[in-house]
C-alpha cells in the first residue's frame, strides 16, 4: 500500500497524458476519416429573388466532400493538442516524481511548471490559429465553388481554456519559485 501512495501521483500525470493524447488523436483521426467536415460560419446580411437574410446569422457549413488539403486542416489543431498534452504530461509527471523524494519546492519544479504554462498557451494559440486558417480555407474553396451565395466568415474561437489554464500554471510556477526561494533562506535555520 505504500508503494502505491509513493507512485500515485506519477500514476496520474502519466495516465492523464495518455488521455489527452489519445482524445486529440481520435478526434483528429476523426476528422480524416469523416464522410463530411462541419464548419461553424457566420452569413452576413444578405439578399436574393426569394430570400432575405437580416442581420449575421451563425450557421454551420457542410463540405460534402472534402478534400485531402481540407482534412489536413482539420486534422492539424488536434495533432498540435495531442503534442501539447504529451509534453505538459511528461513535465508534469517529473514535478510529480520529486513528490516522492519530499522536495516539491526544487527550483527545477518551478521553471518545469512555468514551461508548462507557456506550452499551453502557445499550444491554445497555435491550435486556435489553425483552426482559424483551415475554416478560412475551406470557407473560401466552398464560396468559389458555388457562386451567388452570401458571403461566409468562419467563426473564430479565441482558446479560453488554454489561457485560464495557462495563466494558472504560470501562477503555480510563481507560487514553486517563491518557495524554492523561501526554502533556501531557510536552510540550516531549521
Do not use: K
Not at 481540407?70 to 486534422?75: D, G, H, P
Not at 514551461?115 to 499550444?123: H, K, M, Q, R, S
Not at 451565395?149 to 481554456?161: G, I, N
Not at 500554471?169 to 531557510?186: M, N, P, T
Amino acid at each position: 500500500m505504500n508503494f502505491v501512495r509513493r507512485h500515485l501521483p506519477e500514476w496520474v500525470a502519466l495516465a492523464t497524458a495518455a488521455a489527452g493524447v489519445l482524445l486529440a488523436c481520435f478526434a483528429g483521426i476523426g476528422s480524416l476519416v469523416a464522410d463530411n467536415l462541419l464548419v461553424p460560419v457566420t452569413v452576413a446580411e444578405a439578399a436574393g429573388g426569394s430570400y432575405d437574410l437580416v442581420g449575421p446569422a451563425e450557421t454551420t457549413l457542410r463540405i460534402a466532400a472534402p478534400t485531402a488539403a481540407e482534412r489536413l486542416w482539420a486534422f492539424a489543431p488536434s495533432l498540435v493538442q495531442a503534442v501539447q498534452a504529451a509534453v505538459v504530461g511528461l513535465l508534469l509527471f517529473r514535478v510529480a516524481r520529486t513528490l516522492r523524494t519530499g522536495d516539491p519546492f526544487a527550483p527545477v519544479n518551478a521553471v518545469r511548471v512555468l514551461v508548462c504554462a507557456v506550452v499551453v498557451l502557445a499550444g491554445g494559440l497555435l491550435a486556435s490559429a489553425l483552426r482559424a486558417l483551415g475554416h478560412r480555407a475551406v470557407v473560401e474553396g466552398a464560396a468559389g465553388a458555388s457562386p451567388g451565395t452570401p458571403p461566409l466568415e468562419p467563426v473564430v474561437d479565441l482558446p479560453v481554456v488554454a489561457m485560464v489554464l495557462g495563466i494558472g500554471l504560470a501562477a503555480a510556477g510563481g507560487f514553486l519559485r517563491r518557495g524554492a526561494v523561501l526554502r533556501e533562506d531557510v536552510r540550516g535555520l531549521v
